[in-house]
């Protein structure tokens, strides 16, 4: 006989028994169950309503208390809500009659209860030394007869119950007595047999318990002994089977872990930018050469060692740990992304990028850190700016010069010139104007750049500067046939802003606007709380921006091809930005083609800004 048909046979008379015991324990609960629904569906009903019958007689006897106690009116409302509640539960007990003997008692009180009524209606027309005779020699006499039958009905319900209890306990005790004795025999017969079979089982399995234990010590070479063709014996043929494969693929895999390693140190070694990876408990897992130069670093001391003893920076730190955390590449504002090294002959400039490492969606192996030298590119970009702040400097003056001397011309030679003179000179002195509207800009943003813009922070309310953007551009939106509204909600709180420059950032926004809109157009200037931020946004139904354009349209002298009356220096929007950026806040724009453009910025509000 197989090892399946032993199992089979021995189990199926265990199975038979526990199905017997569950069969027959099945049929007593399931008369307890009648019994206990007997006790509760008939009974119950009836117990409650005597209680609230004898409750609603003890408060009405009350309520004759208060009329005798002089409070009328107040016991005479008491007595008719409890003559209320009286009736509704005895109409409850009416229709809940199941034992003999509560009928009869159900009619006595359908009976006797109108008089009570009649006795308190007698009561209320007596005065006071009539009604306290009248009270003890008929009303509380019949309140307490009324009472005493009402628990009568209680009496006969609990009476019911108490019988049906016992017949209850009867089935129970009996079920336990049949349930116990077969499962005991079930018990006999299956420990029996477990104690048979376990012998047989267990010498076997011992064996590959023992042997499974050296396999995975790296023994591989080890096998089980199967002698005969039981099911035990081909368990022990296809474990011989899983450990010569175990040892193959163990082989196999050593070689192919050092190559995959190889490759990985070749990519990281060819990588010109420098990399770092960090594990989860921020580590230094890996780096790369490029990476050891361009923090001025030796292997030995970085391989292990926590991040925060080789990088200084605390911004950087922070944003590694926030990638860590949270599973998702940090958000880093353009401009605030660079790592500076100090020690060399020098100090350089490094971009940086942090990335987490995921090996499940829910499971984050580390960082990645990838920086790059960008040195050479910040000093490129400071010398432009130089010279562009340089030559700004210097064409103010010749500038001023050439303004005020066609301003001259303008008011004392026009009538000693012909018209084509006149245009000239008209067209001098609009781009004359231009250019010292340039040279202005180009100050400011350098002003702004280089940290020396002076902030006059207050308590500024958002419906303050509307108004004064309004009164700029009522005019020119009226001219072009444009509205220009405000969707500002009244429970606006304040910002904490200066209010003077956030004034230019929105006629900045506002002007752009009505630029691109045609006649019959909207421009909407609306603001909305979120969290501890006011986002700020113009919004218009004009020309829109092309997507090739959204990424850079903050960038300095970027402007979006147009008709050439909309053309301008390009510096507005810069300038915007560096004054949202000096207000802790963010500015970036939605638009689509043909469908208007959305300009959002947002500022702190002033009675959640923190010192």
Known sequence: MTLHKKILAGYGVALALVCTVLLWAVLDLEELGRASEAI??????????????????GEQDRACLLVLMGHREEGEALFRAQEIRFSEWLGRAQANIT?????????????????????????????????????????????????????????VNEEAMYRASQQADAIAER?????????????????????????????????????????????????????????????????????????????????????????????????????????????????????????????????????TQLIGDARLLGLAKEALATGQPPPVSPGSDILTVEGGPEPRQLLYSITPVHLRPDEILGVVLLLRDVTRLKEVERLKSQFVMTASHELKTPLTSIGMSIDLLLEGATDRLDERQNQLLATAHAEVRRLKHLVEELLDLERIEAGRIELELDRAPVSLLWEQVRKIFAPQAQAQGVEIRAELPPELPPVRADANKITWVLTNLVSNAL??????????????????????????????????????????????HGPAEHQGAGLGLAICREIVRAHRGAIWVESAPGAGSTFTFTLPIANQEKA
């Open 515 to 560: 630029r691109y809109v045609d006649q019959g157009g909207h421009v909407c200037v609306a603001a909305r709380q979120a969290g501890d931020q006011l986002r700020l946004s113009v919004r218009d139904d004009g020309i829109g921006i092309p997507p090739e354009y959204q990424a850079k349209i903050f960038d300095k002298f970027v402007q979006v």
């Open 99 to 155: 034992l003999p003997g509560e009928d009869q008692v159900i009619h006595s009180l359908t009976q006797d209860y109108p008089g009570c009524l009649e006795a308190f209606s007698r009561l209320m027309r007596l005065n006071p030394p009539e009604a306290a005779a009248y009270y003890r020699q008929s009303l509380l006499p019949a309140f307490q007869s009324l009472r005493q039958t009402a628990l009568r009905l209680r009496q």
């Open 40 to 57: 509760l569906r008939k009974n119950y009903r009836s117990i409650a309503a005597a209680d609230y019958l004898a409750g609603a007689l």
């Open 175 to 307: 079920a336990i007595w049949y349930t116990s004795a077969i499962g005991a025999l079930a018990l006999v017969a299956g420990l029996a047999f477990s104690i048979l079979l376990s012998r047989r089982l267990v010498r076997p399995l011992r064996q590959l318990v023992l042997t499974a234990r050296r396999i995975g010590e790296g023994q591989y070479e080890v096998q089980v002994p199967a002698t005969g063709n039981t099911e035990l014996d081909q368990l022990a043929g296809e474990f011989n089977a899983m450990a010569d494969r175990l040892q193959a693929f163990h082989r196999l895999n050593v070689d192919q872990l050092v190559a995959e390693q190889q490759k990985s140190e070749a990519i990281l070694r060819s990588i010109e930018d420098g990399l770092m990876v960090v594990d989860g408990q921020f580590r230094v897992a890996n780096v790369n050469r490029a990476a050891l130069h361009l923090l001025q670093l030796s292997p030995k001391s970085v391989f292990g060692r926590p991040l």
